[in-house]
């Protein structure tokens, strides 16, 4: 499969903790992008991190991707209840024609 | 600017009945996209358009499956006849200029068939 594997599938932390997830993936992409979907609702994009860019903030997130490794990671700081959610990666692949989404972690918030 | 819209948000049906959901992808938007979701299977493409076209249809299940998409403003996906293992949530997105762009999705369809 060419989907984005995340890891882990589910993640339980207290508030006010960092929350990191990872994603890897197959072969060479074009671009990486992270959404979060809350129960009941659909995918929102949080970022997007090109192939030749090694860091991306946004807010309270900070995504970075390391393309030897095949790999990215997503690390929401100072996690509150509202972030409870699954967060899913999806590279598009080089040469590609669609984005492949993973099966998603999902983050539990404890208040 | 409202986002993509679908409907209906919940659909219940009997096994055999023909299911229309629908969508309005977000205005200048050039490619429409249909996914559904199930605990076993995740989230998958099951078809998308460009400029009203569709490209690539390989994820629709069977030929029971269908999509059009009429014009820029509005596409459906009709099951007929639908099944039980059809129910999932079927969403819809859609995204501007380039194939690789964030895609934008709607809320979408509960579809449970009985």
């Known amino acids: 499969s060419q989907q984005g594997e995340e890891d882990p599938q589910a993640l339980s932390i207290q508030e006010g903790e960092n929350a990191t997830m990872n994603c890897s993936y197959k072969?060479?992409?074009?671009?990486l992008q992270w959404y979060r979907q809350n129960s009941g609702r659909g995918l929102v994009h949080l970022i997007l991190i090109r192939s030749n860019e090694r860091e991306k903030h946004s807010g309270r997130l900070r995504v970075t991707l390391d393309t030897s490794k095949k790999s990215s990671s997503l690390l929401i700081t100072a996690s509150r209840a509202a972030d409870t959610a699954s967060y899913f990666c999806a590279p598009f692949y080089t040469g590609g024609f669609k984005t492949i989404f993973g099966a998603g972690t999902r983050l539990f918030v404890k208040a | 600017d409202a986002g993509v819209i679908q409907s209906p948000r919940h659909e219940v049906t009997e096994m055999g009945q023909e299911v229309t959901l629908r969508c309005k992808p977000i205005?200048?938007?050039?490619?429409l996209f249909w996914y559904r979701q199930t605990m076993m299977r995740g989230l998958e493409l099951l078809i998308y358009?460009?400029?009203?076209?569709?490209?690539?249809d390989s994820g629709m299940p069977e030929d029971r499956f269908s999509a059009k998409m009429p014009n820029a403003s509005f596409s459906t996906l009709k099951i007929q006849p639908s099944e039980p293992r059809d129910s999932a949530v079927y969403f819809c997105?859609?995204?501007?200029?380039?194939?690789?762009?964030?895609?934008?999705f709607g809320d979408g369809t509960r579809l449970s068939i009985l």
């Open positions: 358009f460009n400029n009203n076209v569709p490209i690539d």
């Open positions: 072969t060479s992409i074009n671009n």
């Open positions: 205005s200048g938007h050039d490619y």
């Open positions: 997105a859609s995204s501007f200029q380039q194939i690789n762009q964030p895609q934008h």
